[in-house]
Every structure is written in structure tokens, then in C-alpha cells.
T-cell receptor, first 117, second 114 residues
Framework: AQKVTQAQTEISVVEKEDVTLDCVYE???????LFWYKQPPSGELVFLIR??????QNEISGRYSWNFQKSTSSFNFTITASQVVDSAVYFC??????????????FGSGTQLTVLP | NAGVTQTPKFQVLKTGQSMTLQCAQD?????MSWYRQDPGMGLRLIHY???????DQGEVPNGYNVSRSTTEDFPLRLLSAAPSQTSVYFC?????????????FGSGTQLSVL
């Protein structure tokens, strides 16, 4: 069975601060896929990133960066110089097992990020 | 491109009523699925389909039925609604395979069962 833990239920920062959202996953499969999704107040789910277990380099996209560490089963997400528009619920998710690819996702419980002006 | 379209956006039911949540995608995706989102629990998989005529259960299938007669549509049926089914429901789809495969989500249906 797979499990995703997002221990931070709510985080509040002031605009321009950096913030890191933690994600710890559990799986016995050697091939798996990790995702981050953003859910703004409007409610839709917006895809941010996919990381395959066999791709070990970290990724940066503008103000967003992701740190994938197999040794600690973590896939943390950092927002640099946060903005009010970053306020949202962020979900980490995992896909693994015989289903392969990236379809049946196990989600964490989400982290509510509030960026104050 | 409409992507994944869910209807209705809001619905209120009485206990015991039945209804169907509609989901359609216009991206010719083979895979479609339904999730429910409850406070503090993230999203949980209800049912999924890997193609027309093929469906299977996810983590929380009880109380829900699905069918997949076409590639485009994947309706979710509640045969006898219960208050425990009050939730936000998301439909999702993805193309089969590929290193960059990811789920595309609809905008959600907020369901209240009284």
C-alpha cells in the first residue's frame, strides 16, 4: 500500500518570504511517480510537477523548486519569494504499483498555504 | 479545448435519492477516474476506467456505480445517497502511458446530502 504524509496542515508566511512544503511518501515499489497539485480558492486542481523515481535530479521552474530525496522518501516543494497569488492548498501525490504510469494517485491531506501581503 | 467537463457544479440531495454526476473529456484520453475530496483527507479514488467497457474499483467504491460506454464519458451514479457521501467530487482523465503522463482534473461537483 502507498501512503503520502503532508504533516503541515497550514502554513502562513508574509509576502516575499520563502516557504517549503514537506511531503513524505511510503511505497514498496521501486518504480513510482510523485506529483504536486495546487488547489486555489476557486477549487480546481492545477498540475505543477511530476517526478519519476528513476529521475533523481531536482527541478526548478521560476520561483518553484522541488527537492526529491529517495534516501528520506521525501519530495519537498519550495516557493521562493512567495506572492499572495500562491495562497492555495497544495497536494502531494504518489502513483505506484502494478498500475504503472501515473494514474491511480494516492494523495496527501494537503497543506493550506496563506501568503499575507 | 474544453478539457474535462463536470456537471452539475452544485447539487443538494435528500437521503435515499439517486443521481448521476456527469463527466466528459474531449482529449481522447483512455483513462478516466473519479475522486472525492473530504476536509483533511485529500482526494481518494472511487472508481477508474482504462478504456471503454472497462472499469474497476478504487479505494472508496461503496455506494457508487460507474460505466464507460464511450471514450469521452464516465458518469458516476449514486443509487441511494447517504449523508456520508457529502463531498466534492472530481473527475480526471489522462492519456495512456508516456514519461509525462499526468491527470487532468475537472472543476469539481460539490454534493450535499441532507
Amino acid at each position: 500500500a502507498q501512503k503520502v504524509t503532508q504533516a503541515q496542515t497550514e502554513i502562513s508566511v508574509v509576502e516575499k518570504e520563502d516557504v517549503t512544503l514537506d511531503c513524505v511518501y511510503e511505497t514498496r515499489d521501486t518504480t513510482y511517480y510523485l506529483f504536486w497539485y495546487k488547489q486555489p480558492p476557486s477549487g480546481e486542481l492545477v498540475f505543477l510537477i511530476r517526478r519519476n523515481s528513476f529521475d533523481e535530479q531536482n527541478e526548478i521552474s521560476g520561483r518553484y523548486s522541488w527537492n526529491f530525496q529517495k534516501s528520506t522518501s521525501s519530495f519537498n516543494f519550495t516557493i521562493t519569494a512567495s506572492q499572495v497569488v500562491d495562497s492555495a492548498v497544495y497536494f502531494c501525490a504518489l502513483s505506484a504499483g502494478t498500475s504503472g504510469s501515473a494514474r491511480q494517485l494516492t494523495f496527501g491531506s494537503g497543506t493550506q498555504l496563506t501568503v499575507l501581503p | 479545448n474544453a478539457g474535462v467537463t463536470q456537471t452539475p457544479k452544485f447539487q443538494v440531495l435528500k437521503t435515499g435519492q439517486s443521481m448521476t454526476l456527469q463527466c466528459a473529456q474531449d482529449m481522447n484520453h483512455e483513462y478516466m477516474s473519479w475522486y472525492r475530496q473530504d476536509p483533511g483527507m485529500g482526494l481518494r479514488l472511487i472508481h477508474y476506467s482504462v478504456g471503454a467497457g472497462i472499469t474497476d474499483q478504487g479505494e472508496v467504491p461503496n455506494g457508487y456505480n460507474v460505466s464507460r460506454s464511450t471514450t469521452e464519458d464516465f458518469p458516476l451514479r449514486l443509487l441511494s445517497a447517504a449523508p456520508s457521501q457529502t463531498s466534492v467530487y472530481f473527475c480526471a482523465s489522462s492519456r495512456s502511458g508516456g514519461r509525462n503522463e499526468k491527470l487532468f482534473f475537472g472543476s469539481g461537483t460539490q454534493l450535499s446530502v441532507l
